[in-house]
Structures are given as structure tokens and as C-alpha cells.
């Protein structure tokens, strides 16, 4: 896959969630816990923004495969983040 193309960010921090976005896309499939794993103060609401706003520009330009891993990835964080809503299982239940 590609590198991220996102503008270079004056924040450091962001900075390296955009590095790791990048080593995510070239790393082998299925390497990617361990990648994530390697940076976990990087796991955070600001990593999750920062795939997304990745996502968007890869839809944009028609790499849709690149989107939809990125988009995966920020879905499956945010919810063992506890950013992601659960549904409620017992809503749906008969009482």
C-alpha cells in the first residue's frame, strides 16, 4: 500500500501517529497487533482521528483498499478504547 500523503503536521505527537499509520500500511498482513503494540502510548481518541482523517483522503483519491484497512483499524482500537458505542444487548431483549 501507499505512505500516508497527509500534510506534514507541526505536532510531534501527531507526527508519530502519522509515522506509525505509515508502518502499518507497509507492514505484512497480520503483523499489525504487533506494530500497534509497539506504540501503545501512541493508541489514544487522537490516533483514531488521525486513520480516520487518513481514510478519508485515501477514499478520496480512489484507493479504497488503503480506506477500508485504515477505517478497520480505527473501528477495532476505538472500541478497546471504549470510544466506539456498544449495542446494548438487554435493549433488544423481551422483559
Request: glycine fraction near 4%.
Amino acid at each position: 500500500m501507499a505512505t500516508s500523503p497527509i500534510a506534514a503536521p507541526a505536532d510531534p505527537r501527531q507526527e508519530r501517529y502519522f509515522a506509525l499509520i505509515d508502518r502499518l500500511l507497509a507492514c505484512p498482513n497480520g503483523e499489525e497487533p504487533q506494530m500497534l503494540n509497539a506504540e501503545p502510548d501512541l493508541l489514544d481518541a487522537g490516533f483514531v482521528t488521525a486513520l480516520m482523517q487518513t481514510a478519508s483522503y485515501f477514499a478520496h483519491q480512489d484507493n479504497s483498499d488503503a480506506a477500508k484497512f485504515l477505517i478497520f483499524i480505527a473501528r477495532e482500537l476505538s472500541v478497546q478504547l471504549g470510544l466506539y458505542p456498544q449495542a446494548d444487548p438487554q435493549l433488544g431483549a423481551d422483559t
